[in-house]
Structure formats: C-alpha cells, structure tokens
C-alpha cells in the first residue's frame, strides 16, 4: 500500500521570490516614531506647508494630531 507522498507525483517547482526587505522597513516606519523602549507610536504623518510630514503623536480615536484631527473634520 503506498502512502498519500508516494502516490502523489505533483511536482514542485521553486518560485523567484523577490523581496525588498528595506522598502518593506521604511514604509512601515513611515507613520511611526521609534520609542526609547524598542516600542513604537504612530504619528499624524500629515504633509505641512514647507513639505515635511507631522510627527505629532495621534489624538484620540483619531488618525492625526490634534490640530490636524480638527482639519479633516
């Protein structure tokens, strides 16, 4: 009697795999400011006047800032 891996005769084929592990990193941290614990706490992120993102951290039950929170509304 043959088990179900003898019986079976698929064939595997290897995939290419190509990952950009650094690209994967720097858009996760996109929206996150690194605490001194190794924790991490998400930020506003919305763009400012002089081009540069909000780093505030986020109000409550709010995607943004205080100030920004107000904005969107």
């Known amino acids: 009697m043959k088990t179900r891996s003898q019986s ?3 064939q595997f084929q290897e995939l290419a795999v190509d990952i950009d592990f650094d690209g ?3 858009a ?3 929206n996150k400011k690194k605490l001194a614990d ?3 706490q998400y930020v ?3 763009t400012l ?3 540069s993102v909000c780093k505030n951290k986020n109000h409550k ?3 943004h800032c205080y ?3 107000k904005m969107s509304v």
């Open 49 to 51: 006047k002089d081009g």
């Open 38 to 40: 190794g924790c991490y």
């Open 24 to 26: 994967a990193s720097e």
């Open 44 to 46: 506003c992120g919305q």
């Open 8 to 10: 079976n005769s698929v």
């Open 61 to 63: 039950n709010s995607t």
């Open 67 to 69: 100030m920004h929170s």
């Open 28 to 30: 996760w941290n996109a």
